[in-house]
């Protein structure tokens, strides 16, 4: 899953990637990179978390209802990611990026 360029995930269907980002462009207005996880700050056991940025990388307020949707949609594009740690997926470009190397941390 890891591409050349650097870290970015690719699913196999590209095009399922843009019709993702497409529809969470369309579902949370302003957003420009979430963060997905299956580990939310205030939870100890699994459960789909995300944070939406606009961006300027300032936090978007999401309802639950919206987030847990969004974060499984994302999920379920990339089963096989461990999702203990958010993966930022930008929405621009519809890459997800493994998130050791989001958070600046090399392997």
């Known amino acids: 899953m890891d591409t050349a360029d650097g870290g970015s995930l690719d699913c196999l269907d590209r095009a399922r990637q843009q019709r993702l ?3 969470l462009a369309h579902m949370i207005p302003g957003v420009a990179t979430i963060h997905a996880s299956l580990k939310g700050p205030w939870q100890s056991w699994p459960h789909p978390h995300l944070i939406g940025k606009d961006a300027a990388g ?6 639950r209802t919206t987030a847990r949707v969004a ?3 994302i999920l379920w594009v990339w089963p096989a990611l461990d999702w203990n740690r958010p993966h930022p997926f930008d929405l621009a ?11 600046g941390r090399g392997r």
């Open 21 to 23: 980002a497409a529809q």
């Open 58 to 63: 300032q936090t978007i307020d999401l309802n």
């Open 71 to 73: 974060a499984r949609w």
């Open 93 to 103: 470009t519809a890459t997800l990026t493994r998130s050791d190397l989001a958070a």
